[in-house]
């Protein structure tokens, strides 16, 4: 959604009542916090300050998100479904979202299966800071501004030393899995994770250097799948 047409809530199909569900989501991790309601009002408020607006039905106002606890929801994008008649609202909140003092409003009962997420969404955040480094005018700024400054060979080699940093982190934790009963075992598993996290990360930074988006190679890993 465009902020012209976000401002004007002309794209949208307004309910009867003139609301539409809004929800808001964690650009961190995804993670859903929260479901309000909208109307032109509030859609023009959120645009207008960037703080996240809604239209309280209780009330019969409108309502910003914390303008009396102070959790307030700082938007980051908007986006209509397919619809138009829902609106994904981006925001980075401050504080617990629910009145009970929970980060989300859906951290209560589970009525169904569940899995736990594993919070890939965040390495949408990893990525933006990449980029913005990448455009970085001083190269000496940040260890990922030399390294782009380096060339495909600088970023190539970094993940060729990562990868072969995560298979020895991994021969020494399946090590330690054979001894049974070590308590090395948290050492290795957490080096393990340490090595795979600089290898995620510098597989980005390559793909920030040959301006490929990450989203290229999840389409590939989609196709695959759906094979």
């Not at 902020?3 to 929800?23: F, I, K, N, T, Y």
């Amino acid at each position: 959604m465009t902020e012209q047409a976000a401002d004007s809530g002309d794209r949208v199909a307004w309910g009867a009542d003139g609301l539409v569900p809004a929800v808001v989501q964690d650009p961190g991790d995804g993670a859903v916090l929260m479901l309000g309601y909208m109307d032109a009002e509030a859609l023009r408020a959120t645009v207008a300050t960037g703080a996240v607006h809604f239209h309280s039905r209780s009330r019969g106002r409108l309502w910003r998100k914390g303008e009396t606890s102070g959790n307030e929801l700082r938007l980051r994008a908007l986006a209509l479904d397919c619809d138009r008649d829902a609106i994904l609202v981006s925001a980075d909140p401050v504080g617990p979202t629910c009145h009970t003092g929970s980060r989300s409003c859906f951290d209560g009962d589970v009525i169904g299966p569940a899995r736990s997420a594993q919070g890939f969404a965040w390495l949408e955040t990893l990525w933006d800071a990449i980029e913005q480094r990448r455009e970085a005018a001083e190269v000496a700024s940040s260890y990922t501004a030399r390294l782009l400054a380096g060339g495909v060979d600088a970023c190539g080699r970094k993940v060729a030393e990562e990868a072969t940093e995560v298979l020895l982190a991994a021969r020494d934790d399946a090590e330690a899995g054979r001894r049974g009963g070590d308590p090395a075992r948290s050492a290795t598993r957490a080096a393990f994770a340490a090595e795979a996290a600089d290898l995620v990360y510098h597989l980005l930074v390559l793909c920030a250097e040959r301006r490929i988006d990450p989203a290229a190679v999840i389409e590939v890993l989609r196709e695959r799948h759906r094979a």
